[in-house]
T-cell receptor
């Protein structure tokens, strides 16, 4: 099976802009989660979607949003970018249940100037 | 208190030795535990999942879980230079993974 794919892989934006990142889960996986990884804060949970419904959300400002489509593909959006949003954004997919193993995509590295 | 804490690194071991990584978690009702390996500049890669108390072995890796002590560990036997990476302990609750800060392991040839 093909793994989790994320696009784009690298992105450079300026403060105040917005960005949309895309994630395609492993075929058959219906749960998609997003994480932010920075050197200072480590890996932090953003949100999780299953069958187009957000089941959990991390402690991030409302500038961070996401959605999931009927084919399980997911997008996350960050509006009004700040320098501190520079990070590796990781998408992970799993089958269904809350205990399921999550498999990570290669990530999108975002640099905000 | 952080949800997941790992022993501080970095950890340097000679080739062929055993590397021991430890992790504690705060949520007593946690049921799913994972170890991921992350090479520099790459995304986390699953090494092991464990759900029940006791040991689980997979090749050179052994995970140990003690729910009463809220403790998870990972042993890497016969460490190889290719094992040099950051190892992340993760606990799954409420559809999310909570990660420790990671322990960086360097295997000296």
């Amino acid at each position: 099976k093909a793994g989790v794919t994320q696009t784009p892989r690298y992105l450079i934006k300026t403060r105040g802009q917005q960005v949309t990142l895309s994630c395609s889960p492993i075929s058959g996986h219906r749960s998609v989660s997003w994480y932010q990884q920075t050197p200072g804060q480590g890996l932090q949970f953003l949100f999780e979607y299953f069958s187009e419904t957000q089941r959990n959300k991390g402690n991030f400002p409302g500038r961070f949003s996401g959605r999931q489509f009927s084919n399980s593909r997911s997008e996350m959006n960050v509006s009004t970018l700040e320098l501190g949003d520079s990070a590796l954004y990781l998408c992970a997919s799993s089958s269904t249940g809350s205990a399921e193993t999550q498999y990570f995509g290669p990530g999108t590295r975002l640099l905000v100037l | 208190q952080k949800e997941v804490e790992q022993n501080s690194g970095p950890l340097s071991v000679p080739e062929g030795a055993i590397a021991s990584l430890n992790c504690t978690y705060s949520d007593r009702v946690s049921q799913s535990f994972f170890w991921y390996r992350q090479y520099s500049g790459k995304s986390p890669e699953l090494i092991m999942s464990i759900y029940s108390n006791g040991d689980k072995e997979d090749g050179r890796f052994t995970a140990q879980l003690n729910k009463a002590s809220q403790y998870v560990s990972l042993l890497i036997r016969d460490s190889q230079p290719s094992d040099s990476a950051t190892y992340l302990c993760a606990v799954r609750n409420d559809y999310k993974l909570s990660f420790g800060a990671g322990t960086t392991v360097t295997v000296r040839a």
